[in-house]
């Protein structure tokens, strides 16, 4: 992927989130901390390099599986990330990433809902995983119970939905509009992808993660936790898997 690929992807993946960032700001809505909104791009930039130099040359060929290593150095990454900017906002602690096994007093039915509605959006045909069809074999399961959703959790409901609620000004109106924001960069990351020297755009694919991920955001929001989240999306990528 040539660096105005990166450039432009990176564009069509953060301008939606900024132009909303300044909408909020302009109306009075939110506070708009450039440094933070600048920290969040910067994590989302290093995150995502380490996501594309790092899979198979042949991906679009393997199945979903393949990408070991680059989800292990996405989590790597993610958790660098976290480590250097521990504690520098009230957001920031294990607490405010949702790095905790507590789950919010009466949050627990919401979350199952929300796995099982995880779970039926994976099995819909035309799923987003292009892998499909083919059962996993005993690596493949141990992959998608595992690294899909500890990586992503972390990166998308936990650092980012952090980092832009800092940079809004971090009230609970700020972590709500922080919340879409994080989704849109998750749909948008995950549906305007480069293929081969040009960038491929899939609204189907937009939609549809943006669905995932809003299930997502709230049981993150509900809950105060990425755990229940984290095995959420692992098992709607294995329903995609399987269906």
């Not at 405010?96 to 627990?108: H, V, Y």
């Not at 694919?205 to 105060?224: D, N, P």
């Not at 936790?225 to 990528?237: E, K």
């Amino acid at each position: 992927m040539s660096i105005a690929t990166a450039l432009i992807l990176f564009a069509c993946w953060w301008l939606p989130p900024l132009m909303l960032a300044l909408v909020l700001k302009v109306t009075g809505q939110t506070e708009l901390d450039w440094r933070w909104f600048g920290v969040a791009a910067l994590t989302y930039a290093l995150y995502s390099l380490a996501g594309y130099w790092t899979l198979p040359a042949d991906v679009a060929s393997l199945p979903a599986e393949a990408r070991w290593y680059s989800r292990i150095a996405q989590l790597a990454i993610g958790a660098l990330i976290a480590a250097l900017l521990w504690k520098r906002h009230k957001l920031l602690t294990a607490e405010g990433l949702g790095l905790t096994f507590r789950q919010k007093p009466g949050s627990l039915p919401w979350s199952l809902l929300g796995i099982a509605l995880l779970v039926t959006l994976g099995l819909m045909p035309g799923g987003m995983d292009a892998g499909a069809g083919d059962v996993p074999g005993s690596l493949g399961l141990l992959y998608h119970l595992t690294l899909p959703g500890i990586e992503e959790e972390l990166m998308y409901r936990g650092l980012e939905v952090s980092l832009l609620s800092a940079a809004l000004g971090g009230t609970a109106k700020a972590i709500g509009w922080a919340a879409v924001m994080a989704t849109m960069v998750f749909a948008l990351a995950h549906g305007i992808v480069p293929n081969g020297a040009t960038i491929g755009v899939s609204p189907f694919m937009i939609g549809y993660v943006a669905l995932a991920g809003t299930i997502l955001v709230a049981m993150r929001l509900k809950s105060g936790s990425l755990v229940l989240p984290a095995v959420g999306h692992n098992l709607i990528g294995l329903a995609m898997r399987l269906a």
